[in-house]
């Protein structure tokens, strides 16, 4: 791989959930490390405290820990976040959430936001709820390019949603949006769990993947410190080598089982990255 793990790669915030944002930029650093990717999770980066969020003090606080945010992912699992929903008002207050997430970017030097696909309900219209997904991805993208953001979709696992089981759905939506602007934030566990490999979406997609999740996973599609699940790390790195991706690496260990201990979840994870890296 170009370059250093510690100019390519990146954690999340997410694994600390249960920690100070505090405590996590101190983490950053005793890692070795100096990129996050920056969940917009509680209770560290929330819609919900925006009243009283003074971006620029965040953003600050970030900076003078020496760290940068090439990317901000907001939490769309657990928070009422759902593009795709055939409830107009969830999808009006979905919208809101993630401009919110767009308007901070600009603060924290970062150029990109990720959005996931939404969630397709089961008793509806697939058509539908793709239909509801590209309407808002495109209004995202427009207002994003304002403010010199870029929008990536996310592919995410059956698991949690419907909407992108396999790089045809992905293609898909970029197909239905029509928007060039639009570019992708590719997860390994989602890739694996569609029965593909990560040169399979690089071979497809090419330069418009901005931005890469590393994590190890099994039949169950968990998000696993490397080493501990059944992927091939040393084939995803390669892939990336192969097809001269310089883009953010992020390291997604987001098991509810490693939140007590992130450190040393992070620390397993990096050492074994380090022995596949050269």
């Not at 996050?36 to 009283?52: A, D, K, N, W």
């Not at 993630?98 to 058509?127: R, T």
């Not at 190890?216 to 968990?222: L, M, P, Q, T």
Request: net charge negative; with cysteine; hydrophobic share 35%.
């Amino acid at each position: 791989m170009k370059g250093t793990i510690q100019e390519r790669v990146g954690i999340s915030n997410m694994t600390y959930r249960r920690y100070s944002l505090s405590y996590f930029l101190r983490a950053v650093r005793r890692l070795g490390l100096t990129r996050v990717e920056l969940s917009g999770c509680h209770p560290h980066f929330t819609i919900y405290e925006q009243e009283r969020f003074d971006p620029a003090a965040f953003a600050r606080q970030i900076r003078e820990a020496g760290i940068t945010v090439p990317v901000i992912e907001p939490e769309q699992n657990f928070l009422p976040i759902n593009i795709a929903s055939a409830d107009s008002f969830l999808r009006e207050k979905s919208m809101e959430q993630l401009k919110f997430y767009i308007d901070c970017a600009p603060y924290l030097g970062c150029g990109m936001v990720v959005v996931y696909p939404g969630k397709n309900a089961m008793d509806k219209p697939h058509e539908e709820m793709l239909s509801y997904a590209c309407e808002c991805l495109r209004e995202l993208c427009g207002y994003a390019g304002e403010k010199g953001v870029t929008i990536l979709l996310q592919n995410v696992s059956s698991c949690i949603s419907g909407m992108t089981p396999n790089s045809n759905a992905v293609a898909e939506i970029l197909e239905r949006v029509g928007d060039e602007r639009l570019a992708l934030s590719v997860n390994t566990c989602a890739v694996v769990a569609g029965g593909e490999t990560l040169e399979d979406y690089f071979r497809r997609f090419g330069s418009r993947i901005r931005a890469v999740q590393l994590s190890d996973s099994d039949d169950e599609d968990e998000q696993f410190i490397l080493g501990d699940g059944t992927q091939d790390i040393a084939a995803h790195l390669a892939a990336m080598e192969k097809y001269d991706f310089t883009g953010p690496i992020t390291l997604e260990v987001t098991m509810e089982e490693y939140a007590d201990a992130p450190d040393e979840s992070y620390e397993k994870t990096l050492q074994v990255l380090q022995q596949l890296w050269k």
